[in-house]
């Protein structure tokens, strides 16, 4: 059975609008009306976990399945790698600088991670990197509505 890339691209973008939507934080920033003190902190901790999220494609490739047998192998360990390599050769970070400077944070590297944010950071690598856990799993787990590190059921 083939999966219309269309309708889970449709689902999944649906399923973030929700979640989006039931957010107090996003939808005060869509209405204009989040603090900026906080807008900088919230942005400022996404800075610093999207600076580790790297780590977590290098895991989904070393533990993707050898391509012949995997169940699209080829076309799956393909895209990791060109995502990989887009987040290390990409100008995301000058990007990212700009638009904290947008929101007056000059200097990132004085940006503290809350305890929480390392955590979610590190969670990736400490439930995925394990022998029992599959690349499948590594790739699904940013999709699940749970922590990582929890099973569902």
């Known amino acids: 059975m083939q999966t219309n890339s269309r309708v889970v691209s449709e689902s999944l973008e649906s399923y973030a ?15 204009g009306e989040a603090d ?3 807008v900088r902190d919230v942005f400022g901790q996404y800075y610093l976990w999207r600076n580790r999220f790297h780590r977590w494609f290098g895991i989904c490739v070393a533990k993707s399945a050898p391509v012949d047998e995997a169940r699209c192998g080829p076309r799956v360990l393909t895209e990791l790698i060109a995502c990989l390599r887009h987040e290390i050769n990409g ?5 990212a600088l700009s638009f904290l400077a947008a929101l007056g944070i000059e200097d990132p590297a004085r940006i503290e991670a809350l305890p929480v944010t390392d ?5 990736f690598l400490h439930c995925y990197s394990h022998g029992d856990r599959s690349g499948d799993e590594a790739l699904a787990a940013p999709s699940v509505p749970s922590a990582p590190g929890t099973r569902a059921g």
């Open 17 to 31: 609008a929700g979640l989006l939507a039931e957010s107090a934080f996003f939808s005060a920033l869509s209405a």
């Open 119 to 123: 955590s979610y950071a590190e969670s």
């Open 36 to 38: 900026p003190g906080h």
């Open 91 to 95: 100008d995301h970070h000058r990007l």
